[in-house]
């Protein structure tokens, strides 16, 4: 079935510690996105390629940091996680970025920073 | 900062019943979309409006833009258990930016 996967589902992580949540897409969408959702402020987006090979910050990028080294993968890495990075994770894809074609989304990661 | 904002944050209704939500957003727009997620899903893309349309249809879903308003608004007619969820808008004056969303609770 064609989409998006996220890995892993969930994960609990000690505060400092590195991780990466993975991303694929197997429509062959030129555009990726990370966004995060937290109750009450909605989804936010993290960074955004819109091209394999070229990366770009959204509205909350700070402590985040992205690749897109083939049109498939869109890696999201927390390079020293803190509590406040608690959160559930949503990678995208379009056909064409930025915004003329509908998203679509991963299932999600569930991180808990403790 | 949220370029979009629904109305109400929950409605509750009847299977049967319409529901009715609504956008307001700040910027222009190239394009207005509205998306569903069930409860720990994904959001699902469910219908784009293009800043020179004003109505469009998909199924039992209508959505509405006033671009004079800066307001949209998408109903659900006929409305079903599996209707239940949130409902987001989603407005592109350059990259997506998301509402906060509306709870839809449908009972049988």
């Known amino acids: 079935i064609a989409g998006i996967t996220q890995a892993p589902t969930s994960q609990i992580l000690a505060a400092g510690r590195r991780m990466t949540l993975r991303c694929t897409q197997d429509?062959?969408?030129?555009?990726m996105y990370w966004y995060r959702q937290d109750l009450g402020l909605g989804l936010r987006l993290i960074h955004y390629s819109n091209t394999a090979g070229t990366t770009g910050k959204g509205e909350v990028p700070d402590g985040y940091s992205v690749s897109r080294a083939n049109t498939d993968d869109f890696p999201l890495t927390l390079a020293s996680a803190v509590p406040s990075q608690t959160s559930v994770y949503f990678c995208a894809s379009s056909q064409q970025g930025p915004s003329n074609y509908g998203y679509t989304f991963g299932s999600g990661t569930r991180l808990t920073v403790v | 900062s949220q370029q979009g904002e629904e109305d109400p944050q929950a409605l509750s209704i009847q299977e049967g019943e319409n529901a009715t939500m609504n956008c307001s957003y700040k910027t222009s727009i190239n394009n207005l979309q509205w998306y569903r997620q069930n409860s720990g899903r994904g959001l699902v893309h469910l219908i784009l409006?293009?800043?020179?349309?004003r109505e469009k249809h998909s199924g039992r879903l209508r959505v509405t833009l006033d671009t004079s308003k800066k307001s949209s608004s998408l109903l659900i007619t006929a409305s079903r258990a599996a209707d239940t969820a949130s409902y987001f808008c989603?407005?592109?004056?350059?990259?997506?930016?998301f509402g906060t969303g509306t709870r839809l609770q449908v009972f049988p």
């Open positions: 989603a407005t592109a004056p350059r990259m997506l930016i």
């Open positions: 429509m062959r969408h030129n555009a």
């Open positions: 409006i293009r800043s020179n349309e």
